[in-house]
């Protein structure tokens, strides 16, 4: 999904949680933020693999390479290798839901991506075999075990 939607599902997410849910304006924006600023880890993965921190580079390489998955067919994006995302795993996403009992900001952090998560999850059901985001250890094992062959960027 790309992070226009990700910012419109914030946006009626965060109204929701105040409007709907009574939550506080501090946590409604906590969660709109969380449910697009969780995406800044392919910025991350883009700066540190190119070693170029240009945000807009890092955006047209993102969006190249989401265009050309798209297009590609299932065998060759299961052939393909992709960068790892850093916050899209339950490795994240799970341990942020229970140290949110201890900190309750986090709560909405988790919720934030965890709706993130769902939406590109369904994105990687719609166009399979791209990036893995269930397991961030996985994702970064298929980057070291995929040498060489092309990369791919998506949501
Ligand atoms: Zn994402």
Known sequence: MTPKWHFLTGIVAGLL????FDV??????????SCF?????????Y???????????????CFY???KHKASTYGVRRKSRYPFFIFHGLEVI??????????PVLFFVFLG???H??????????????????????AIWDFIDKKGVEIGCFD
């Open 94 to 103: 799970v341990p942020l839901y229970f140290i949110s009992f201890i900190y």
């Open 65 to 67: 390479h989401m265009m």
């Open 24 to 33: 506080s304006v501090f946590y409604s924006v906590v969660l709109f933020l």
């Open 17 to 20: 949680a105040y409007f709907y």
């Open 113 to 115: 991506f965890f709706i």
């Open 117 to 138: 998560w769902v939406e590109d999850i369904i994105m990687d059901l719609i166009y399979p075999g791209g990036a893995n985001k269930f397991s961030i250890v996985l």
């Open 37 to 45: 600023l969780i995406d800044v880890d392919h910025y991350l993965f």
């Open 47 to 61: 700066a540190f693999y190119k070693k170029d921190f240009s945000f807009f580079s890092a955006r047209r390489w």
